[in-house]
């Protein structure tokens, strides 16, 4: 008879860092194109960089293995911050050209606040190996059930299991808030065939070439792997996938010592973080501060920013910095103290420095 073993699967590997905040060093223009106009309240604020010792920084992070670009303006006691994720991962194009494809229907803000895992620690480890699995996300080891993820980003999940005094890792990208087109890793063995049939599924952009490691040995190079090697020990199945531009990792276990049902790839189980529908590719955010008061748009709401035009403006300090121009539509902006809220609108020029 066939018989059932337990296999990890997770979510691929990025290839890029995961690094929580890794930042492009940044530069400050005094140059007037650069400008802002906020409606806020009744009130109309203006940032125009060179007057009023205002100043434009524009300011590119990495967090949790996404870049934000922002375009901050400082006049005083006051500063304004526009920002833009990255996303839209399956196109390999410039990040220009990403808001371009999508100018015409505009740009929406992020609903991102945070998310919680939506169930216990113990159930999430029988969906990934059992009660004797550890599970780590960025290398933090989960010990309770009150994990919360901080922004939206490409986190690290690890699942580590020690099999007759041996320690085995494999180690996913988990997509929290954006969307992920490289599909997942799925795949069986048969102990009574000892076939072992693998495949990447669900993906929305192409793959180009695939490689197969068993324990970290390149076995195949076909699209799908069909090995009738017979396995006798706990065996990590690796594949190496190239896309057009980019390339991911995806790893699992497969321990013969289990008797229970196959595990799927830990995307199955979309239902493991709450409120994760919501993504926040190309999404955009604008916080004011003034008078040591911070004022962020508030989440679930309709507003859009309708890009005018966007272009190479020039070189500073070796980087390409890029002028965006456009306008939000109304929007509801909230005091983080008071809770007191205000209608807004935007019209700005910011300075944007794209990483790619």
């Not at 922002?70 to 839209?88: A, H, P, R, V, W």
């Not at 929406?108 to 990934?128: C, E, G, T």
């Not at 009660?131 to 989960?142: F, G, K, M, S």
């Not at 509801?332 to 020029?349: H, Q």
Request: with cysteine; net charge negative.
């Amino acid at each position: 008879m066939k018989k059932s073993v337990f296999i990890y699967i997770i979510l691929p590997l990025l290839i890029l860092s995961c690094t929580k905040h890794e930042v492009i060093p940044i530069q400050q223009t005094n140059s007037p194109e650069f400008n802002a106009e906020l409606t806020f309240g009744g009130e109309t604020k203006r940032f125009v960089a060179g007057e009023d010792e205002c100043v434009l920084t524009p300011l590119t992070t990495k967090d949790y293995g996404i870049f934000r670009m922002q375009t901050i303006f400082n006049k005083g006691n006051e500063q304004l911050f526009f920002s833009i994720n990255d996303g839209d991962f399956q196109n390999n194009i410039s990040f220009q050209d990403k808001l371009k494809a999508i100018a015409s229907n505009g740009l929406k803000f992020s609903n991102f606040n945070s998310i919680a895992l939506a169930y216990s620690l113990d159930s999430i480890k029988q969906f990934l190996g059992g009660d004797d699995v550890d599970l780590y996300i960025n290398n933090q080891l989960l010990e309770s059930d009150n994990y919360t993820f901080p922004s939206s980003g490409i986190y690290t999940l690890d699942v580590v299991k020690v099999i007759d005094g041996k320690s085995f890792k494999i180690s996913n990208d988990w997509y929290v808030g954006f969307k992920n087109p490289f599909g997942n890793l799925t795949f069986d063995y048969n102990t009574t065939s000892h076939q072992l049939t693998a495949n990447i599924v669900n993906e929305s952009t192409t793959k180009i070439a695939v490689k197969w490691y068993l324990n970290d040995v390149l076995t195949s190079e076909e699209n799908t792997l069909i090995s009738n090697d017979n396995l006798t020990a706990t065996t990590k199945i690796k594949a190496v996938v190239s896309y057009q531009g980019v390339s991911k990792s995806f790893e699992g276990l497969i321990d013969l010592n289990q008797a229970t049902n196959q595990v799927d790839d830990i995307k199955k189980y979309s239902y493991l973080l709450q409120n994760g529908e919501n993504p926040d590719d190309l999404r955009i955010r604008l916080k004011l501060v003034q008078d040591n008061q911070t004022w962020l748009v508030v989440p679930n709401n309709d507003g859009y920013f309708s890009i005018k035009d966007i272009h190479f403006y020039k070189k500073m300090d070796g980087k390409d910095i890029y002028l965006l121009e456009g306008e939000t539509s109304d929007i509801l902006m909230r005091n983080t103290s008071t809770n007191e809220e205000k209608t807004a609108r935007l019209k700005i020029k910011g300075g944007f420095e794209f990483p790619y």
